[in-house]
């Protein structure tokens, strides 16, 4: 008994399915699935609140950097947004996108990185081992996301050879 009625309720959604056309959408449904419009100098409103977001991110993002907090998640939500962004033929918001992307994408977390290697290494050597876990966690964290994106990069090699001896040391 049970097999029969999955067995009707499949075959009405396919039935009802096979049926659906083009002609048949709505008006919302057609203007949803058409192709996207030729680029524009102006803003949809979806697109102003992205961008209005991403600003207030990265507001966020350099005052946990000033404060000594772990910047990371803001900069998660500034490169998030930024990509939404990136195809604005808008020089404004070209300019924004490029940079909370070098902004979020290297300096920030570079410059956090540094402050808590130096943190860390300022620690008297007789600290337990385990004294800055969470630290040396938001570091490796962050340099994980770095140094792909930035392979040449000088000073993320230096602060990844400086992790590499005071972190994993510690291990």
Known sequence: ??????????????????????????????????????????????????????????????AKLAAGDDPKFSCVSVLTYSEQLTNITIEEVKTLVKDAQQACGHDIPLTFVEKTLTQIESAPPTDPPTAFVGECASVEFLLADLMPRHPNDSAIAAANERFKKRCKAER
């Open 1 to 62: 008994m049970n097999r029969g009625i999955w067995t009707a309720a499949v075959l009405y959604l396919a039935a009802g399915w096979s049926g659906c056309k083009q002609d048949d959408q709505t008006p919302e449904v057609q203007r949803l699935s058409a192709p996207a419009a030729a680029p524009s100098d102006k803003l949809t409103a979806d697109q102003e609140y992205v961008a209005a977001r991403l600003k207030e991110n990265l507001a966020e993002a350099k």
